[in-house]
T-cell receptor
């Protein structure tokens, strides 16, 4: 099946620093990638939809200046958490839709655990 | 406001028996529903889906039932296996793009 990777899988940073998370589709091209966050014992919440070559579409309540998304190629999208604070600590998961994939089928990465001290 | 709800945080089933995971939704515009399985430290894996024009979809041991009037869907796993132990997420979509997820149900299959 289609494989999506994320890097890093786990990151700890000091408050005020920025962290970049990469999401790659390894064996397919993805015109659309999605970024989610998951708090403990809660569901995955969509943060933004990233389209290759254009600006990301953010969900209501998600600060676009804090969570910078870049989708520069058909296989790579990045999420940068700027000036991270402890409340940004969460599990961030990306997903990608295969260009030729089925309706609504998204393939998920393994996630990145961010801990802000 | 949670549009997709999985009211059972956990479920324990004996190996070989049926597992039934439930999901309720409030948005009548949802027209596509999916079930994902997630192991710890991994991303969700797609299991099975159903369009709102159907009331049942079957794939091997997995069957999803949709009751539109009740805004309810369920995932049946028969027979349950220890390897099925994971967190199961129900998700729904109305625009063919965004997925709205439930909180998940932890399934434990005992051998």
């Amino acid at each position: 099946g289609a494989v999506v990777s994320q890097h890093p899988s786990w990151v700890i940073c000091k408050s005020g620093t920025s962290v970049k998370i990469e999401c790659r589709s390894l064996d397919f091209q993805a015109t659309t990638m999605f970024w989610y966050r998951q708090f403990p014992k809660q569901s995955l919440m969509l943060m933004a939809t990233s389209n290759e070559g254009s600006k990301a579409t953010y969900e209501q309540g998600v600060e676009k200046d804090k969570f910078l998304i870049n989708h520069a190629s058909l296989t790579l999208s990045t999420l940068t958490v700027t000036s991270a604070h402890p409340e940004d600590s969460s599990f961030y998961i990306c997903s990608a839709r295969d260009v030729g994939g089925r309706f609504n089928e998204q393939f998920f990465g393994p996630g990145t655990r961010l801990t802000v001290l | 406001d949670q549009q997709v709800k999985q009211n059972s945080p956990s479920l324990s089933v004996q190996e070989g028996r049926i597992s039934i995971l439930n999901c309720d939704y409030t948005n009548s515009m949802f027209d596509y529903f999916l079930w994902y399985k997630k192991y710890p430290a991994e991303g969700p894996t797609f299991l099975i889906s159903i369009s709102s024009i159907k009331d049942k979809n079957e794939d091997g041991r997995f069957t999803v039932f949709l009751n539109k009037s009740a805004k309810h869907l369920s995932l049946h796993i028969v027979p349950s296996q220890p390897g099925d132990s994971a967190v199961y997420f129900c998700a729904a979509s109305e625009d063919g793009n965004k997925l709205v997820f439930g909180a998940g149900t932890i399934l434990r299959v005992k051998s």
